[in-house]
T-cell receptor, first 111, second 115 residues
Framework: GGIITQTPKFLIGQEGQKLTLKCQQNFNHDTMYWYRQDSGKGLRLIYYSITENDLQKGDLSEGYDASREKKSSFSLTVTSAQKNEMAVFLC??????????FGPGTRLTVL | GDSVTQTEGQVTVSESKSLIINCTYS????????LFWYVRYPGEGLQLLLKVITAGQKGSSRGFEATYNKETTSFHLQKASVQESDSAVYYCALGSTGGNNKLTFGQGTVLSVIP
């Protein structure tokens, strides 16, 4: 089996700040994903990457950057945090065409 | 684009009673999508409950079942007799067939099972 690790678990930032979330997987999966979940809503895809150094925009990419420098890691940057923003960011990975495995999430609060 | 609708945001059921959580989907793809149910138990991460990739087929896991109905574009989750341990948040999801396996999620249904 494998595991997906997300750091930090909780992230508190100030309005306008650039914030980075990190994700590591040891499944040796090709594809990695970043989702955002707002309270009471479903997950929405921000970015995904089908291989090292590849980046594909999801439905919610505006306001975010992503980086996939290694197969095992995928980071997400909030380019300018919005005041009162609160959400959980979930990282996932999968082999091509197979089920996605999810990490525990990073909870973001912007003051 | 793709969309998934779960009509119930919260469902409360007594233990040993039957359950149905509704899910309908919409897609602009020519190919039939893959359909999934994911679950988040209290204090745990999101995990796959069951999946069906062929229209007309039924998936099952942990006593739950869901049938892929392409005529009604539905994928309802059912269980004949729920247990308190089934209390969780359930998400219906549609997966693209283009190899990247992008998922579109419904908003989730919170299931509370009363002992």
């Amino acid at each position: 089996g494998g595991i997906i690790t997300q750091t930090p678990k909780f992230l508190i930032g100030q309005e306008g700040q650039k914030l980075t979330l990190k994700c590591q997987q040891n499944f040796n999966h090709d594809t990695m994903y970043w989702y955002r979940q707002d309270s009471g809503k479903g997950l929405r895809l921000i970015y995904y990457s089908i291989t090292e150094n590849d980046l594909q925009k999801g439905d919610l990419s505006e306001g975010y950057d992503a980086s996939r420098e290694k197969k095992s890691s995928f980071s997400l940057t909030v380019t300018s945090a919005q005041k009162n923003e609160m959400a959980v960011f979930l990282c996932a990975s999968s082999m091509r065409g197979a089920e996605q495995f999810f990490g525990p999430g990073t909870r973001l609060t912007v003051l | 684009g793709d969309s998934v609708t779960q009509t119930e945001g919260q469902v409360t059921v007594s233990e040993s009673k039957s359950l149905i959580i509704n899910c309908t989907y919409s897609t602009t793809s020519i190919a039939y999508p893959n359909l999934f149910w994911y679950v988040r138990y209290p204090g745990e991460g999101l995990q796959l409950l069951l999946k069906v990739i062929t229209a007309g087929q039924k998936g099952s896991s942990r006593g739950f079942e869901a049938t892929y109905n392409k005529e009604t574009t539905s994928f309802h989750l059912q269980k004949a007799s729920v247990q308190e341990s089934d209390s969780a948040v359930y998400y219906c999801a549609l997966g693209s067939t283009g190899g990247n396996n992008k998922l579109t999620f419904g908003q989730g249904t919170v299931l509370s099972v009363i002992p």
